[in-house]
């Protein structure tokens, strides 16, 4: 079973040789494809190194869904380029895809900061409610069942929670309970609880039916440059 690793970058020199690497521990056969949205700094020098290199238009669901037309795996992972992959999260995932009946899912988070809050926001989790599940945790997905759901919604934000709402209606989505290590920069550098209390919100209002694009005026305020690449609790 082969696996494509999809990771959406934009300015992630500082980070995203750590993702790759982690990614190339992993065993089996693995497809990389760093997707860059137009990077200022040398994010692709660092990825051509350790992946294919394609470019897009800026925007994850628009990046993460030109990777997946370039993909050749059976499997589907999308990982973001400040985050690490577990050294045995490829092998668990096919473990779980051994059951037909498993479309896809997500791994549990964790941060790369010690922070009470921060492992109690990751501790959240490991449980299967949808307001603790992001694309910052990898999500996976047969490719099968990924065309046949037309991939990402390409919106602002949100594309994560409304990709997992629709593959839930493909069939079982699985947690495997290992964590995927991501950046806890953005909560550090506007407030834990504050960040955590934005994305919850947001989530909310969008499954009440809130519009991406109001929610992403909500959202942009806060982004620093090197967070201009679309996606909640980045």
């Not at 069942?145 to 602002?156: A, D």
């Not at 550090?188 to 929610?215: C, D, F, S």
Request: hydrophobic share 45%.
């Amino acid at each position: 079973m082969k696996v494509s690793v999809v990771i959406p970058a934009l300015n992630e020199a500082d980070n995203i040789l750590s993702c790759l690497l982690s990614v190339k521990r992993q065993g089996g056969e693995i497809e990389v494809l760093v997707v860059d949205g137009g990077s200022a700094d040398d994010t692709i020098e660092v990825a051509r190194s350790h992946a294919r290199v394609i470019t897009s238009v800026p925007g994850r669901a628009v990046q993460m869904n030109a990777g997946a037309r370039h993909a050749t795996g059976e499997v589907l992972l999308f990982l973001h380029a400040d985050s690490r992959l577990p050294p045995d999260a490829v092998l668990a995932l096919k473990q779980v895809l051994d059951d037909p009946h498993v479309v896809g899912g997500t791994f549990m988070l964790a941060f790369d900061s010690r922070k009470f809050l921060l492992r109690l926001v990751a501790f959240f989790t490991r449980f299967k409610f949808r307001f603790f599940h992001y694309g910052d945790q990898g999500i996976f997905v047969r490719r099968s069942v990924f065309q046949q759901l037309g991939g990402f919604k390409e919106v602002p934000v949100m594309e994560d929670i409304e990709f997992l709402l629709q593959l839930r209606k493909m069939g079982r989505v699985t947690l495997i309970k290992r964590p995927v290590t991501t950046s806890a920069r953005r909560f550090l550098r506007h407030g834990i609880v504050r960040q955590q209390l934005l994305n919850l919100v947001l989530v909310i209002l969008y499954l009440l039916g809130a519009k991406p694009e109001t929610l992403a005026k909500w959202y942009q305020p806060t982004k620093s440059a090197r967070e201009s690449c679309p996606g909640v609790r980045r």
